[in-house]
């Protein structure tokens, strides 16, 4: 039989983040969307997961098939957690029509009913269906599909973990300065303007809290400790002070752009910055199962996530800053709409592409396969340049 294409989208209710990944399927009659499965990271003693998740299992096992004509050619997993139910109402509102799915029966089939939409339930307990858990926009995920690139192009798959806040934005503004001065070797990113998180997204914050930080130096992913430095950042409102946090693209960063070290920071009141000091100081505690059930308990007390009016009114920006070895210096900055809402924005608008056909193989970044304008492409979004110093 011909090879027919496989396309999906697909959500990780729990870590609150995105994933894209196309792949050229042989053999299989009237299917042309699957979801798929990489295995969740092992963590090593004291480590940030990323030998485990280069030894872990591959190839994904196909979780599930739409046949052809069904929906608008894209699944969306854990529909009812936070951002999946953002993602599917913007779908709907584009005239899309996904199926939603999930492993919470009632729950999956409330937002789909709601929404006029298929819905379907899977379990990703089930060994059947699923390897270990979906793709999700944490360090050793990158970095765990980055180390499955050959295979990849082999099997004719791209795969983009990650299309959502984390980290398309960034990982624009990351090859736009690599665009702008070539022969960079430090980059540093940073992020202002996040509102109240999710309970999936402070649920994994809490699960990776005992880790620490991270940052890249000499191209190697170097564990520091959380908070271990501070910077003042001018994002275009004045001064704000920031600390150096393990986002996504001290790994994707990296495969954007060839730079060697890379450092991003997120802008904090005072208080929060103690509070990550605090973490900081009790790191080995807080990866504790009793603290962590205990931490988590305290989320599930709260709102799922920022209301409409809060997404609203929110907006967020990035600062990024390139320097070269004969200390040339540029700088640019992004302003995009509040976190959530470009999470869903930033994924229904690389699912199109990849719909439409533009799918490299391999595992990519936002930026390496659409290029550091892709962020433009979302309405809202605004990059201003400083002059190269």
Known sequence: MPSTSRRLIVHHEDAGHVGSISAQAAHERQENVCLVGAPSPVEPPGGHGLAGAHRASWPPRILHRVKDG???????????????????????????????????APAVEKVATALGLEARVFDLGDPAAVDRGLITGEVAVF?????????????????????????????????????????????????????????????????????????????????VGLGHETRVIDFGRGPETAVAMPWGDVATAYYST???????????????????????????????????????????????????????????????????????RAVSRLRTPEGYTL?????????????????????????????????????????RDDPMA
């Not at 103690?274 to 709260?302: C, T």
Request: one cysteine or more.
């Open 70 to 104: 069904a929906a608008s050619g894209y699944l969306i997993y854990g529909a009812n957690g936070y951002t999946g139910r953002l993602i599917a109402r913007y779908a709907v509102e584009r005239d899309q029509r996904p199926i939603l799915a999930g492993r919470n």
């Open 143 to 223: 970095e765990a599909c980055a180390a499955r690139d050959a295979e990849a192009r082999r099997a004719g798959v791209m795969l983009m973990p990650g299309v959502g806040f984390d980290v398309v934005p960034s990982d624009c503004l990351a090859a736009h300065l690599k665009r702008r001065l070539p022969a960079a070797t430090r980059l540093s990113l940073a992020i202002s303007g996040l509102t109240q998180t999710s309970q999936g997204t402070a649920a994994t914050m809490i699960e990776n809290l005992h880790r620490g930080g991270l940052v890249r130096r000499a191209g190697r992913l170097t564990p």
């Open 258 to 328: 060839a730079i060697p070290d890379i450092t991003v920071y997120m802008a904090m009141p005072a208080g929060m910055r103690l509070g990550v000091a605090f973490a900081g100081a009790l790191a080995p505690l807080l990866g504790n199962a009793l603290v962590q059930r205990a931490l988590k308990a305290g989320v599930q007390a709260g709102p799922a996530g920022p209301s409409d009016e809060q997404r609203a009114r929110g907006a967020s920006h990035l600062w990024g800053e390139v320097v070269d070895p004969a200390g040339r």
């Open 343 to 383: 999470t869903a924005l930033a994924a229904l608008e690389i699912t199109a592409r990849v719909l439409a056909g533009a799918a490299p193989v391999g595992y990519r970044t936002p930026a390496s396969a659409y290029g550091p304008d892709l962020i433009l492409a979302i309405s809202g979004c605004e990059r």
